[in-house]
């Protein structure tokens, strides 16, 4: 869950920020964030190598469709966006996380306005392919989605897409879903419930926060998509006098959605026009799969089973 506030900006504020800003920033790097160019200014030189570990490279050439400045000034932490140019402003964050994410969804707030004949919208989770068609796991902070994703990928039958944050695009006979992130920001916590990823944590350079960037190409020995087609969906939650696991029509996976805030705490933009094109795509991505509730209140193992015979019908 994220402890950071929005504050909308408009255009003559950000420009204020820009003067102040830019004498600050010591590094530039741009990240190709499914085919858009996302540019992160700042003057922490963590937040510059974590973030060129984790995303794709983009040419220097390209002219960014967002910017993300994360600088530092010696006061509160504050998060302001300006969204008629895309740009987010972090001021004094200590969490490489909060920088990705905001990354994301600096950009997915872009994608929501952009008008092609391929809609293309994200979605707060994560997703495993399975034989070539894929399930996604999409459920509230606390509720197990790492932990169910990476325990699928102990089974060498299953293929790494994204841990936290896909890009989908909606075609009239299927579902098309897209890796965000060149490799993985991963928590110190994963080899306690999977102690497999022991060895893989060890190696992973951790911050403040126990979280890291690591190569999902080792960490998975090359069992790596970066794309597949949405079959199944399966939303989470953990909720103790309820079923374990039951099949959703897609009014109720909907409902679901809306009531969770649609299972991401990083929306930049929350207005009526906003929520409803978030209730459109996610309207019509139900009806285009399977989609089933999970309540993770039995053990990993019991929770992992059930989505591993989905995937298996």
Request: proline share 3%; net charge neutral; aromatic share 12%.
């Amino acid at each position: 869950m994220s402890t950071y506030k929005v504050q909308i900006i408009n255009p003559e504020d950000k420009e204020k920020f820009f003067q102040k800003l830019t004498e600050m920033v010591k590094f530039e790097r741009k990240a190709n964030i499914h085919g858009a160019c996302v540019k992160l200014l700042t003057d922490n030189d963590g937040f510059k190598e974590t973030w060129e570990e984790n995303f794709k490279f983009m040419n220097e050439d390209i002219r960014p469709h967002a910017k993300i400045f994360a600088v530092e000034d010696g006061g509160p932490l504050q998060v302001l966006y300006e969204p008629i140019s895309k740009t987010s402003i972090i001021l004094n964050c200590d969490y490489y996380g909060w920088i990705k994410s905001i990354a994301l969804a600096t950009i997915s707030d872009f994608f929501e306005d952009y008008h092609s004949i391929h809609r293309r919208y994200s979605v707060h989770g994560s997703v495993v392919d399975y034989m070539g068609h894929s399930i996604a796991i999409i459920g509230p902070s606390g509720t197990g989605k790492t932990t169910l994703t990476y325990g699928l990928l102990l089974d060498n039958d299953f293929n790494y897409v994204s841990d936290d944050w896909f890009f989908t695009r909606l075609f009239d006979n299927g579902i098309v879903v897209y890796s965000s992130e060149k490799n993985s920001y991963i928590r110190d916590d994963l080899a306690e419930v999977w102690s497999e990823f022991a060895p893989v944590v060890r190696k992973v350079k951790l911050d403040q926060k126990g979280r890291g960037i690591a190569d999902v190409n080792t960490m998975f020995k090359g069992r790596i998509r970066e794309t597949s087609t949405l079959k199944t969906i399966v939303l989470l939650k953990r909720e103790k006098n309820d079923l374990p696991f039951r099949k959703l029509d897609d009014i109720q996976a909907l409902e679901y959605m809306v009531n969770e805030d649609f299972c991401n705490p990083h929306q930049l933009v929350k207005d009526p026009h906003k929520i409803k094109l978030r209730r459109k795509f996610f309207g019509e991505l139900f009806s285009k799969t399977d989609v089933y509730m999970l309540n993770t209140i039995e053990s990993p193992l019991k929770s992992l089973s059930r989505i591993k015979d989905l995937a298996k019908r």
